[in-house]
């Protein structure tokens, strides 16, 4: 069973502080996404990355996948309250199905 | 273009009950997944339905069942409910069911 670990699993940051969140573990997968999710609300996709070592950047969003591609991580710079939400990293391991970290809740406050 | 639609937003069952969930996928989208988001955690993988035709199941039991129709569209039934059934359920379509995956806002189901 392939488990992502997502750390940390809550922040609560200022206006304009920059942060990131680490997606971690032991299987190797195909292909890494990025969501945010706010309350009430399904997953809204952010990025994909495929390639091991890629970088992809997203306004003040960057997204990065492992050289082995078991791990990912996404920076925020100079975060907002609009950036508020739950952000999950999913995978896919070589079938259909997306397997999902727990989360991790960001709250920005102005 | 609409995006994911599913029906009903919120639901109250009783224990013992049945539900049914109904989704409509982006039109050319031809993959149908649902998912089951407990508060608290990401979302768990219960079904993809490709072409009318179950591609994949998750590690849920024989209660939960699904399909998908000539128009994509796709249903998830759930009997005999059990507290623990209450949680987010998602809907999410891609075109072939590999990539790209845009979910619906889901039905929120409470069992009581």
């Known amino acids: 069973t392939q488990l992502l670990e997502q750390s940390p699993q809550f922040l609560s940051i200022q206006e304009g502080e920059n942060l990131t969140v680490y997606c971690n573990s032991s299987?190797?997968?195909?292909?890494l996404q990025w969501y945010r999710q706010e309350p009430g609300e399904g997953p809204v996709l952010l990025v994909t990355?495929?390639?091991?070592?890629e970088v992809k950047k997203l306004k003040r969003l960057t997204f990065q996948f492992g050289d082995a591609r078991k791990d990912s991580s996404l920076h925020i710079t100079a975060a907002q309250p609009g950036d508020t939400g739950l952000y999950l990293c999913a995978a896919q391991g070589g079938s259909e199905k997306l397997v999902f970290g727990k989360g991790m809740k960001l709250t920005v406050n102005p | 273009d609409a995006g994911v639609t599913q029906s009903p937003t919120h639901l109250i069952k009783t224990r013992g009950q049945h539900v049914t969930l109904r989704c409509s996928p982006i039109?050319?989208?031809?993959?149908v997944s649902w998912y089951q988001q407990v508060l608290g955690q990401g979302p768990q993988f219960i079904f993809q339905?490709?072409?009318?035709?179950?591609?994949g199941r998750g590690n849920f039991p024989d209660r939960f069942s699904a399909r998908q129709f000539p128009n994509y569209s796709s249903e998830l039934n759930v009997n005999a409910l059990l507290l623990g059934d209450s949680a987010l359920y998602l809907c999410?379509?891609?075109?072939?069911?590999?990539?790209?995956?845009?979910f619906g806002s889901g039905t929120r189901l409470t069992v009581v």
């Open positions: 990355v495929v390639t091991g070592g």
């Open positions: 339905y490709y072409e009318k035709e179950e591609r």
């Open positions: 299987s190797v997968f195909s292909s």
């Open positions: 039109s050319g989208h031809k993959s």
């Open positions: 999410a379509s891609s075109q072939t069911g590999t990539y790209g995956y845009t």
